[in-house]
């Protein structure tokens, strides 16, 4: 094809895009002259959406993101919080304890350090709050997720490392409380605190229900003074108090009046002496339990709180403030009053000695005596050693296995030696 040719295409092809351009704007300018055009345009294009995507509603609206707290990425299961005597804490799911037959062996809670030993041991959810209290009368929080998780071999890591605790405090309890945002939980359940001074005071749990971080007051501490025990009652529990030199009061809750969280609170016990003070404070839901107590040189019992046959107390209820009833018969063998628990036949006693001897013991292996006995000796002691601290904890099978397998041994060996 020759070029004048081509060039003659070429205009033919402007001219008719040139016309089509013309008419697109003679089209449009009608649409704007022409309002009726317009809205039909309008409702022609609507119409068309509707009928291509005119389905059931696919996405989902949501409250804005950073609304999301921490917990709503959590779920809500259950766990084993275990708490060691020297402070290690950890969870473990709770379906890392499987379920076993009766007469099972049972299988390892936890593994401790040297000379430590597991001292609680509770089960909660995720969402749940851990109350933890100092001798300083600190109180601070825990949510239950943010809690170290370890299977059943980990040993945990110190409360210490986990809280804002000055250098100088010292942990003295632990308390699990449910959710603080349920009102009606919060204001019928109370915490109640004994000093070694015999000073107690209630709350009302709903002044713990806004945590902080860097904890809050929970008692006014008097000079000379510290906070020993730490308890979640529901306001109609009954309060035994002991001290060292071997009495103990009883006495309903209802007795102490509930007080604001910076209020130093009121007597709970008189002290016999300046030497004497607090040991340790129960609160107790079954009246027909025991109390185990133990005095200094290693001996204890355990005594009814009422008869369970003629239903009467043993351990009378008193005023607050008094100086109660003699508990343990303090002679110079037994040494003073060091440690009062309440306890069932399913759990164990541990005691550790100064020197870091510890023993423990089935409770049921400890037969009730009267109130104003004197005891058996639990553990014999050598010199001037003396008893450090005692702890009710959860049985241990694995220790009834060791000791079957170490009888066994010895019987073998004395078949051996025949």
């Not at 860097?214 to 008692?219: V, Y």
């Not at 003629?310 to 109660?324: H, V």
């Not at 001037?384 to 049985?395: D, F, H, K, L, T």
Request: aromatic content about 6%; some cysteine.
């Amino acid at each position: 094809m020759r070029l004048r040719q081509l060039t003659g295409l070429e205009q033919n092809k402007l001219r008719a895009e040139y016309d089509d351009l013309m008419k697109l704007i003679a089209d449009l300018k009608d649409i704007l002259a022409n309002e009726d055009r317009r809205m039909q345009i309008i409702k022609d294009e609507l119409t068309e959406i509707r009928d291509k995507f005119g389905d059931d509603r696919r996405s989902q609206i949501e409250y804005s993101a950073s609304e999301m707290r921490m917990e709503d990425l959590i779920a809500d299961e259950e766990v084993v919080v275990t708490i060691s005597h020297a402070g290690y804490i950890k969870r473990t799911s709770l379906n890392e304890y499987k379920v076993q037959n009766r007469g099972g062996m049972g299988s390892k809670g936890s593994a401790t350090r040297d000379k430590d030993f597991l001292e609680h041991l509770f089960v909660a959810t995720n969402h749940n709050y851990l109350l933890i209290f100092t001798e300083k009368g600190r109180c601070f929080w825990m949510r239950v997720y943010e809690i170290p998780e370890g299977n059943k071999q980990a040993k945990g890591r110190a409360i210490q490392n986990l809280i804002n605790i000055e250098q100088d405090d010292k942990v003295k309890a632990y308390v699990k409380v449910q959710d603080l945002t349920d009102k009606e939980y919060v204001e019928n359940n109370f915490i109640v605190m004994v000093t070694k001074n015999g000073v107690i005071k209630k709350t009302s749990l709903e002044a713990y229900s806004r945590p902080r971080t860097n904890g809050i007051n929970a008692i006014g501490i008097r000079d000379n003074d510290e906070l020993l025990e730490a308890k979640l009652t529901n306001g109609s529990n009954e309060i035994v108090i002991a001290t060292s030199a071997g009495r103990a009061i009883r006495f309903n809750e209802s007795s102490v009046r509930p007080m604001g969280r910076n209020a130093s609170g009121v007597r709970g016990v008189t002290l016999q002496s300046e030497q004497d003070e607090v040991i340790g404070m129960i609160c107790v839901e079954d009246v027909y339990s025991t109390i185990m107590v133990v005095s200094e040189n290693g001996y204890g019992k355990r005594t009814y709180l009422n008869d369970p046959e003629d239903k009467e107390p043993i351990y009378r209820i008193t005023n607050r403030g008094g100086k109660g009833v003699k508990t343990l018969n303090i002679t110079d063998k037994t040494g003073p009053l060091l440690a009062i628990k309440n306890v069932t036949d399913e759990d164990d006693l541990m005691i550790i000695t100064k020197a870091g001897i510890t023993i423990r013991m089935h409770i049921e292996s400890i037969r009730t005596l009267g109130r104003a006995a004197q005891g058996v000796r639990l553990i014999n002691l050598k010199g001037n050693a003396a008893i450090a601290a005692i702890a009710r904890v959860p049985r241990s099978d694995e220790e009834d296995e060791q000791e079957e397998q170490d009888g066994t041994d010895i019987e073998n060996n004395e078949s051996t030696m025949e």
